[in-house]
Nanobody
Framework: QVQLVESGGGLVQAGGSLRLSCAAS????????MGWYHQAPGKQRELVAT???????NYADSVKGRFTISRDNAKNTVYLQMNSLKPEDTAVYYC??????????????????WGQGTQVTVSS
């Protein structure tokens, strides 16, 4: 089994910053992609940013230049540094991790795991 624990959400004024963390633990052989999605009330879950195992990143247009995704492979942790926050960034943020479990080391089959979500609220 694999567990993800998110932290770092909260309430911040527009223009402020927050840093989200998501730590994976359990029966992990290795981790492929990691990333963050968000879901605002009444809307679908949307991609925010992703990072590959070798550090290639991808961002939604709405956060380019403001958010930075990074990872610490030794700690199985992905981060999202959010700067210049806007009220429209208000959402529940979910991390996801593509894990190759120890039981799949021979096939390299990866499975997606999701964090529990952390609320980010940006006031105007």
């Amino acid at each position: 089994q694999v567990q993800l624990v998110e932290s770092g959400g909260g309430l911040v004024q527009a223009g402020g910053s927050l840093r989200l963390s998501c730590a994976a633990s359990g029966s992990i052989y290795s981790i492929n992609d990691m990333g963050w999605y968000h879901q605002a009330p009444g809307k679908q879950r949307e991609l925010v940013a992703t990072i590959t195992s070798i550090g290639n990143t991808n961002y939604a247009d709405s956060v380019k230049g403001r958010f930075t995704i990074s990872r610490d492979n030794a700690k199985n942790t992905v981060y999202l540094q959010m700067n210049s926050l806007k009220p429209e960034d208000t959402a529940v943020y979910y991390c996801y991790v593509a894990v190759i479990p120890i039981t799949s080391w021979w096939s390299r089959a990866a499975y997606d795991y999701w964090g529990q979500g952390t609320q980010v609220t940006v006031s105007s």
